[in-house]
């Protein structure tokens, strides 16, 4: 099976901008999971969905949302960009019967 | 409150002798308890995992872990290490009390392994 994919790999923005990050899970996964990583903070859990609701939620700003289509691909978007949002995002799936996570290679994001 | 600790930041071996990462944890009710490994500019790759059952946990690359409920730990062991095991390692913990299904990660620890 090919594993979590994620799109882009690298993000160039300035401050104000907004981005959309993708995400496609594991053939088979419903649950998808979005995690920031900085090298302080370690993972922050975003948020996550199954089957296009989402079940989780993290403490983040309204400026950072998701949504997840009928084939669980996921999207997340960041509104009003500001430099503290440059992290790498990380997405991972899991399946039904599963208890562990499998991530993509994250989209790096820097902020200017 | 839920809670995971990796009480060190970097881990030196040297090639061949055994290596531990610790992780110790804090729940509610019974936990579920996972390590990853993180290779530079990659995303982060499962190793183990300890659900229920016998308190030693086999993984991938000769990785292994003890749950020790007393101590609230879950150590990460391998007996020889390699050179390319040098990567970040973080420790999870799921509380499965209730319908939380959140994972709370340890801030991760840096293994480096010298030839």
């Known amino acids: 099976k090919a594993g979590v994919t994620q799109t882009p790999r690298y993000l160039i923005k300035t401050r104000g901008q907004q981005v959309t990050l993708s995400c496609s899970p594991i053939?088979?996964?419903?649950?998808v999971s979005w995690y920031q990583q900085t090298p302080g903070q370690g993972l922050q859990f975003l948020f996550e969905?199954?089957?296009?609701?989402?079940?989780n939620k993290g403490n983040f700003p309204g400026r950072f949302s998701g949504r997840q289509f009928s084939n669980s691909r996921s999207e997340m978007n960041v509104s009003t960009l500001e430099l503290g949002d440059s992290a790498l995002y990380l997405c991972?799936?899991?399946?039904?019967?599963?208890?562990?996570?499998?991530f993509g290679p994250g989209t790096r994001l820097t902020v200017t | 409150a839920q809670s995971v600790a990796q009480p060190e930041d970097q881990v030196n071996v040297a090639e061949g002798n055994p290596l531990t990462v610790k992780c110790t944890y804090s729940?509610?009710?019974?936990?579920?308890l996972f390590w990853y490994v993180q290779y530079p500019n990659r995303g982060l790759q499962f190793l183990l995992k300890?659900?229920?059952?016998d308190n030693l946990v086999k993984g991938s690359y000769g990785f292994e872990a003890e749950f020790n409920k007393s101590q609230t730990s879950f150590h990460l062991k391998k007996p020889s290490a390699l050179v390319s095991d040098s990567a970040l390692y973080f420790c999870?913990?799921?509380?499965?009390?209730?319908?939380?299904?959140?994972?709370?990660w340890g801030l991760g620890t840096s293994l480096a392994v010298n030839p």
């Open positions: 991972a799936s899991t399946g039904t019967g599963l208890h562990e996570q499998y």
């Open positions: 053939s088979g996964h419903r649950s």
């Open positions: 969905y199954f089957s296009e609701t989402q079940r």
């Open positions: 729940v509610s009710g019974n936990p579920y």
């Open positions: 300890y659900i229920t059952g």
């Open positions: 999870a913990v799921r509380d499965n009390a209730g319908n939380n299904r959140k994972l709370i």
